[in-house]
């Protein structure tokens, strides 16, 4: 018998109840919390940006107005003769060229050997090897300072003590940089890898015209954390490097530190400075990085 012999609606045609309103309370209750947490969170960002504040304002100011309680926030006189006159006080143009090369140089190494060595762990199987990445990883927790002496003690027997070229071996191998790609490399199908061996691609072509194309996000994301690590790093040439001409922005800027005194004003304009050069590459990768980092296990 039919619905409409029946004088029955079609159960098609009966249309679903409607979804109750979410109470009043609840609502405001949730909106309360979001406001909450965008408090909390500016709060948060401005603490971290009151330091950056800080050195900027102090890069145009004298040394004698920096450290002065309360911090004054707008100087009577902004000197910005500061950014001209550091220039002609220190080698700054070699400083940054140095800072520059050893970035760049490392940053392309430790791109090129934690790719191809995190697609050997992530995508070709042969025995021991997640003991073997396992054992890799580990190194990771073990202190730069437990091995510094025998690496100096290497470097120095090898001749390369006071050279680029010791820190660019020494940093072109990172762990964390092979976890990073492998960790990313395993949310890519192996179909992908398994169609490309039938076809005749060797591993190195299924590497570099398959796999590479598709990690544009972790490649950027480790090129972006070992180019800042790099510009930043202190240690490695304070132990490496003596020689002037072969110092970095990071020495380079203790040229200000006397033995009694120090030109922090100087100081401050050489850190402003010495900030661009990251804020350009992070200004450019972000949106790279930040899908890198959500997409490696690392979120």
Same mark, same amino acid.
Request: charged fraction near 15%; charge should be neutral.
């Given at each position: 018998?039919?619905?409409?012999?029946?004088?029955?609606?079609?159960?098609?045609?009966?249309?679903?109840?409607? @979804?109750?309103?979410p109470?009043?309370?609840g609502s405001?209750?949730?909106?309360?919390?979001?406001?909450?947490?965008?408090?909390?969170?500016?709060?948060?960002?401005?603490?971290v940006?009151?330091?950056?504040?800080?050195? %900027?304002?102090s890069?145009?100011?004298?040394?004698?107005?920096? =450290?002065?309680?309360?911090?004054?926030?707008?100087?009577?006189?902004?000197?910005?003769?500061?950014?001209? !006159?550091i220039? $002609?006080?220190?080698?700054?143009?070699t400083?940054?060229?140095?800072?520059?090369?050893?970035s #760049?140089?490392?940053t392309?190494?430790?791109?090129l050997?934690? $790719?191809?060595?995190?697609?050997?762990?992530a995508?070709?199987?042969?025995p021991?090897r997640?003991?073997l =990445?396992?054992?890799?990883?580990a190194?990771?927790?073990?202190?730069?300072?437990?091995?510094?002496v025998p690496?100096?003690?290497?470097m120095e027997k090898?001749?390369?003590?006071?050279?680029?070229?010791s820190?660019?071996?020494?940093?072109?191998f990172?762990?964390?940089?092979?976890?990073?790609?492998?960790q990313?490399? *395993? @949310?890519?199908p192996?179909?992908?890898?398994e169609?490309?061996?039938?076809d005749?691609?060797?591993e190195y072509?299924?590497?570099?015209?398959i796999i590479?194309?598709?990690?544009?996000?972790? *490649?950027?994301?480790?090129?972006?954390?070992? =180019?800042?690590?790099?510009?930043?790093?202190?240690?490695?040439?304070?132990i490496?490097l003596?020689?002037?001409? *072969?110092?970095?922005?990071?020495?380079? %800027?203790?040229?200000?530190?006397?033995?009694y005194?120090a030109?922090?004003?100087?100081?401050?304009?050489g850190? #402003?400075?010495?900030?661009?050069?990251?804020?350009?590459?992070?200004?450019?990768?972000? !949106?790279?990085f930040?899908?890198?980092?959500? @997409? $490696?296990?690392?979120?």
């Amino acid at each position: 018998m039919s619905a409409t012999m029946t004088g029955r609606p079609p159960l098609d045609a009966v249309e679903p109840a409607p @979804t109750p309103p979410p109470s009043r309370r609840g609502s405001t209750l949730r909106t309360a919390g979001q406001v909450a947490l965008h408090a909390v969170l500016a709060v948060l960002a401005i603490a971290v940006l009151v330091p950056f504040g800080w050195m %900027l304002v102090s890069s145009v100011k004298l040394d004698t107005e920096v =450290f002065t309680v309360p911090i004054n926030w707008i100087p009577d006189e902004f000197h910005w003769d500061n950014f001209t !006159r550091i220039w $002609s006080r220190i080698p700054l143009g070699t400083y940054l060229g140095n800072s520059l090369f050893l970035s #760049v140089t490392i940053t392309a190494l430790q791109v090129l050997t934690g $790719s191809f060595a995190a697609y050997g762990f992530a995508k070709v199987r042969f025995p021991g090897r997640d003991v073997l =990445f396992l054992a890799y990883i580990a190194t990771i927790a073990v202190p730069w300072q437990a091995y510094m002496v025998p690496q100096y003690i290497i470097m120095e027997k090898a001749g390369l003590v006071n050279t680029h070229l010791s820190l660019i071996l020494l940093q072109a191998f990172s762990a964390f940089g092979v976890f990073l790609m492998r960790q990313y490399y *395993l @949310t890519i199908p192996d179909e992908l890898s398994e169609a490309a061996r039938l076809d005749g691609l060797s591993e190195y072509a299924i590497w570099y015209r398959i796999i590479l194309p598709l990690s544009k996000p972790a *490649l950027a994301s480790l090129a972006l954390l070992t =180019f800042v690590n790099t510009w930043n790093d202190y240690m490695g040439p304070f132990i490496y490097l003596t020689d002037n001409d *072969l110092w970095t922005v990071q020495l380079g %800027l203790r040229s200000f530190v006397g033995l009694y005194d120090a030109e922090y004003a100087m100081i401050m304009t050489g850190s #402003v400075l010495s900030v661009l050069p990251i804020l350009i590459v992070f200004l450019l990768g972000q !949106r790279y990085f930040v899908r890198g980092i959500a @997409t $490696s296990g690392l979120k």
